[in-house]
Structure formats: C-alpha cells, structure tokens
C-alpha cells in the first residue's frame, strides 16, 4: 500500500546520517578530546649558564633590596623579564 504519502514518512537523502550515527561521531569525538587532554609531555630542563648567571644576580639584587615578592620568585619569569631588557641589569 503505497501512496503519496509514503515517500514523505521517511526522508531519504544522500549523504545524510542518522542520529545514532551523529551521535557516534560526537561520542569519538569527545574520546579524542580526552585523549589529548590526558596526554603528559616531558620536558627536560636544560638553563644556559650565562642565563642562570643572570637571573641570580638580578634574583640577588631584587633580594637585597626587598623588592621580590614571593610569587615572583620564579626563574622563568625572571628569565623572561631579563630577555625582554636583553639581559641588561
């Protein structure tokens, strides 16, 4: 029993996909995020002596006056205040 009406019951396109199968790909997806979330790179830590000479002198010099804030006391962010200045004191 077919009739005009059937061919609108269930539309048929090309390319088109289910919602399970929408579903499926969000569910990868969201697999794939977690993955590189979870991922632990290592890094290894290799200073430059004149760099790390640098930053001491200037770590020393901002001790001496009181004027390194616990927070600050972080050689990178030294390292990236000297670079910044070219390593001038």
């Known amino acids: ?3 005009p009406l059937d061919r609108f ?10 919602h399970d199968e929408r579903e499926e790909r969000k569910s990868d997806f969201e697999n794939s995020e977690d993955e590189r979330r979870t ?3 290592s890094i290894e830590d290799i200073r430059d002596a004149e760099e790390l ?16 804030p ?3 006391d972080d050689y990178y962010m030294m390292l990236r205040f000297l670079k910044a200045r070219k390593l001038i004191l």
């Open 1 to 3: 029993m077919s009739g």
């Open 9 to 18: 019951a269930r539309p048929c396109f090309e390319g088109s996909s289910t």
């Open 39 to 41: 991922r632990i790179v």
């Open 53 to 68: 000479q640098a930053v001491d002198q200037f770590r020393q010099a901002l001790i001496s006056d009181d004027l390194l």
């Open 70 to 72: 616990g927070r600050h």
